[in-house]
């Protein structure tokens, strides 16, 4: 009967981590596509005024980010100005919270079915990079390894950045000790 | 609880062996066709292949409406609109696609047309755009390699924008895939051996990749057990009926598993190779392969090592410490190359080829890291990764 009354609370929880999560990857993409050499380099090959969208299935929360050039991102919020060109599906809000707590790497993530890519495959794959090394920028380095492949060596960012990103973090890592099932 | 998640399917029916083409008509008669329509090339013609398919139809009563004969290498936007004009034209109610990767490919696009209607069939590019099953659907593959027959995936050319379509759907997977080794019994031997490298390519690498799984692996492990044990005496007999028969069950085999666990950077270097240079697929697949194990050779170790047992059988494995299985495992893959590097003349480096120039590396590094089956490579891989790894395929 506990379970019956805690089950409600944990969703709620789970579906504000993923609300907040997508929120700071928002954010986080268009901060880092501000000062980081290997993201610009790797958005200059997507079209300019590519719409990248990443939801939960059906109609659960999303994060749009806009290619204004030059491997710039603006972050749109939840609202798209016009339909999206590229967009990352969770097929549930459960998949979504194993990815964006990372106890499982995007490209696990891919490999496990947990998601679908609707759009030009080979701009999912610059944005699955791009979304590795905004991982690791993100969070801590011990806990960013188990989100990406590999972490990278080359890893330089301004503090600001970082401490800024890492209170979030620090709303966001509670919130996994506490919600996990 | 276990943190590992998986899915599988393959809803193909295998139909496999000696006088497999003569099921064909009891097949269709169970799915209600009566008047099916052959989509193949001029080759497979050309090679007698497809008599014996006619033959089997109509000694039971069953006429071929319909024979399509013209599908280029690389099949386009408007062969299958003139495919589709056809099969409505003429009343057809089923396609038996009878050829390589590119007939096949044809064959699950003109079904999307005369099942869901139009002419354009750009309008279905993309995942999971269809939502309903198609007309029957048969492929009697004639090479033994692609796996095409039991893959949710079409790619045709757009000629007016000169862009590939992707088309993915569970759809798209025929109902039957008929395995005859008499489909396969004149293949040359280099398109044997290139093909049958494609086939190991595929079940090596959905053995090794991040989408791995226990029934994917049975299939992988099993794939590399019969194109290890078959292809050296198919290429010395090209004749042996059952030795092709082993090849063609082990591309179906392998083609199950990398379906369902997806290829990893052999195939991204391979696609950018084939698109730039104008290499076969099977040839990209052979030359890639033992330097992209070496890459990924510590993130493959324990996989690649079992496979070992498959590629040499119990004696050399058990005779293998474990520390040195993975890279006895690509050994052996290298002597398979070599030898046969030494009946075909299959080269084994990019100068090899004599068809790239050291200058077009940077280009296929760069496509390859476009491509989508890159996402599933075990070891992250950078622009300076591809590079390294075509530099040492180089010679
Ligand atoms: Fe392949």
């Known amino acids: 009967m506990l379970l019956k009354r805690i089950q409600p609370m944990v969703f709620q929880a789970r579906r504000l981590y993923v609300d907040i999560m997508f929120q700071v990857m928002g954010r986080a993409l268009q901060a880092v596509s501000e000062v980081d050499e290997t993201v610009q380099n ?56 194993l990815v964006l707590s990372f106890q499982e790497k995007t490209s696990e993530a891919f490999a496990n079915d947990r998601m679908l890519v609707d759009g030009d495959v080979s701009y999912a794959v610059r944005m699955t990079r791009v979304l590795n090394r905004l991982e690791t920028f993100i969070l801590p380095k011990l806990i960013a390894k188990r989100a990406v492949k590999e972490y990278p060596a080359n890893l330089h960012l301004p503090e600001k950045l970082i401490s800024a990103a890492r209170i979030y973090l620090k709303v966001a890592t509670n919130f996994v000790e506490t919600v996990r099932p | 609880m276990s943190q590992k998640y998986y899915e599988f399917f393959c809803p193909v029916k295998v139909i496999a062996g000696k006088a497999a083409l003569e099921h064909i008509p009891y097949e269709l008669t169970g799915l209600a066709a009566k008047r099916p329509m052959i989509v193949t090339d001029k080759g497979v013609r050309a090679a007698g292949l497809l008599d014996p398919v006619i033959a089997a139809c109509e000694e039971s009563g069953l006429e071929i409406v319909s024979i399509y004969d013209d599908v280029p290498p690389d099949s386009s936007t408007s062969v299958v609109r003139d495919i589709a004009g056809i099969y409505r034209q003429e009343k057809c109610d089923a396609i038996i696609a009878v050829g390589g990767g590119s007939a096949i490919d044809t064959g699950k696009a003109v079904n999307i047309l005369v099942s869901e209607g139009g002419d354009d069939i750009a309008k279905y590019s993309g995942a999971g755009i269809l939502k309903h099953p198609l007309k029957p659907f048969f492929v009697v593959p004639t090479t033994a390699g692609t796996g095409s027959e039991v893959t949710a995936v079409a790619v045709i050319t757009d000629e007016k924008k000169g862009v590939k379509l992707p088309f993915t759907s569970s759809f798209l997977l025929p109902n039957a895939a008929i395995i005859d080794p008499r489909m396969t019994l004149t293949l040359p031997p280099h398109i044997t051996a290139a093909t049958a490298m494609d086939a190991m390519t595929h079940a090596t690498e959905a053995f090794t990749c991040m989408a791995k799984n226990p029934l994917s692996d049975a299939y992988a492990t099993a794939a590399i057990r019969k194109i290890s044990q078959s292809l050296l005496k198919v290429m010395d007999n090209p004749k042996n009926a059952e030795g092709r028969l082993e090849l063609a069950q082990a591309s179906t085999m392998a083609g199950i598993a990398f379906s369902n666990s997806m290829v990893g950077l052999v195939h991204s270097l391979g696609h950018a190779t084939g698109a730039i240079c104008h290499l076969p697929h099977g040839l990209c697949m052979s030359l890639y392969l033992p330097y992209v194990l070496e890459y990924n050779l510590e993130s493959i170790r324990e996989p690649l090592g079992e496979l070992l047992l498959h590629l040499e059988g119990p004696e050399v494995y058990s005779a293998t410490p474990v520390a040195r299985r993975a890279e006895a495992t690509i050994s052996a893959i290298r002597k398979m190359r070599d030898q046969l590097y030494k009946r075909c003349q299959l080269p084994r480096t990019l100068k090899e080829t004599g068809k790239v120039q050291e200058s077009q590396l940077d280009q296929i590094a760069e496509m390859a890291l476009d491509d989508g089956s890159i996402m599933f490579n075990p070891k992250e891989v950078t622009l300076e990764d591809a590079r390294a790894v075509l530099r040492r395929a180089w010679a």
């Open chain 1, 42 to 97: 790797e958005a200059r090959a997507l079209p300019k005024g590519l719409l990248f969208e990443m939801m939960v299935m059906p109609e659960g929360s999303r994060l749009i980010v806009e290619h204004t050039g030059d491997g710039h991102f603006h972050y749109h919020g939840q609202s798209a100005p016009r339909p999206v060109d590229l967009s990352i599906q969770f097929k549930h809000i459960a998949h979504a919270f």
